[in-house]
């Protein structure tokens, strides 16, 4: 599928610009279908968007928000993505929204993905948006090169739902939705900033494996145009 390259000038017109397109996106899915669903990448970059986003008028009461991916910790813990959108975007007028975390009070994050999986299936398929970030190391999720669970997570045949992935770059284990689940969203972001990871986007549209750069596997599979949010 096609990858479309949107450059803005700084970070905070990024922002703007892709709350913009955001909110149209779950606005027509709530007009045309009652509802609307959103999932999110944790890390560093999207704090400003989820601020932004926080903001825009919508109803939220419609807004389903979950996370692309997760560590396996409590929503406590500074590593938690959950804690990260509590923060940054649960607040404001989105805190009207429904959030489905992924992390489960459970021994092992074998069992937390089972349950996630279950808990997560009344939000539908497929998404009207996701949001994915991209590491220094190509890994989108938590599609890790190296990963312990990478080639199902990658395998277009397996079924939606959240799966565990383990790997040196990763730390914690995590839980991290598969391809399959992501690759169809309505609108499918690929939000990166600053010029290393343009380097890093770069080298991941040159030739080699998917498992290397995981990223390729959005990049060249997705069902969905990938839309890049860039700015340096
Ligand atoms: O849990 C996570 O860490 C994210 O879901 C992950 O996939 C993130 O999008 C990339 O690691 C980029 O992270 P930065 O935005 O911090 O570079």
Excluded at 32 to 50: C, E, H, L, N, Q
Excluded at 156 to 178: Q, Y
Excluded at 196 to 224: D, F, N, Y
Aim: charged share 20%.
């Amino acid at each position: 599928m096609t990858a479309n390259m949107h450059a803005f000038a700084n970070g905070a017109e990024l922002a703007g610009k892709l709350a913009d397109k955001v909110v149209e996106v779950l606005s027509a899915a709530i007009a045309a279908r009652g509802s609307a669903s959103i999932a999110v990448s944790g890390g560093s970059t999207p704090k400003v968007f989820f601020q932004t986003l926080s903001s825009r008028s919508l109803d939220w009461s419609k807004v389903t928000i979950t996370l692309v991916d997760e560590r396996f910790v409590p929503a406590d813990n500074p590593r938690s993505n959950h804690l990260l959108v509590q923060e940054n975007l649960l607040k404001d007028k989105a805190a009207a929204a429904q959030f489905f975390p992924l992390y489960q009070d459970v021994p092992s994050v074998e069992e937390a993905a089972v349950i996630a999986t279950e808990k997560t299936k009344c939000i539908g398929f497929p998404f009207d948006v996701a949001i994915l970030g991209m590491g220094n190391d190509g890994h989108t999720a938590s599609f890790f090169p190296g990963g312990s669970n990478l080639v199902a997570a990658l395998d277009a045949k397996s079924p939606r739902g959240i799966i565990t992935m383990e790997a040196e770059g990763a730390g914690e284990p995590r839980l991290t939705f598969t391809f399959s689940s992501l690759q169809d969203a309505r609108l499918l972001v690929l939000h990166i900033e600053g010029e290393g990871k343009k380097g890093v986007l770069a080298k991941a549209e040159a030739p080699g494996e998917e498992t290397e750069m995981p990223i390729r596997a959005v990049l060249r599979r997705a069902a969905s145009p990938v839309e890049i949010y860039w700015a340096p």
